[in-house]
């Protein structure tokens, strides 16, 4: 790893956005350091699901199908349900399963 002050840029956070925005300026011929300030993977990580626009990119820098295997199994339910009132029975329930769509 090269020392922050002879890269060109230095990324905060070694998130999904950091992570990515570090590759793609790796790939582009930038040296990059990125700092976290974590020393090791969280537990129980903080992030439960991702957009479809970020596996986009995901899929574009070619690891898709590796975040994908470390996801739910893809007949997993994630309905949304609406409660106005936590004493009555659910207002309405969101099947959110599409099995008509391609996956991303």
């Not at 002879?6 to 930038?30: F, K, T």
């Not at 699901?49 to 596996?55: E, H, I, N, V």
């Amino acid at each position: 790893m090269k020392q922050a002050s002879s890269s060109s840029v230095i990324v905060i956070g070694a998130g999904p956005c950091g992570l990515v925005l570090a590759i793609e300026l790796g790939r582009r011929g930038i040296d990059v350091v990125v700092l976290e300030e974590k020393i090791s993977p969280l537990r129980f990580p903080a992030a439960n699901a991702t957009q479809a626009r970020t596996m986009e990119h995901y899929r574009r820098l070619g690891f898709a199908d590796k975040v994908r295997a470390q996801g739910l199994p893809p007949d997993y339910p994630t309905d949304i349900a609406y409660l106005p009132d936590l004493r009555r029975m659910n207002w309405r329930v969101l099947d959110c399963r599409r099995r008509d769509r391609p996956r991303i």
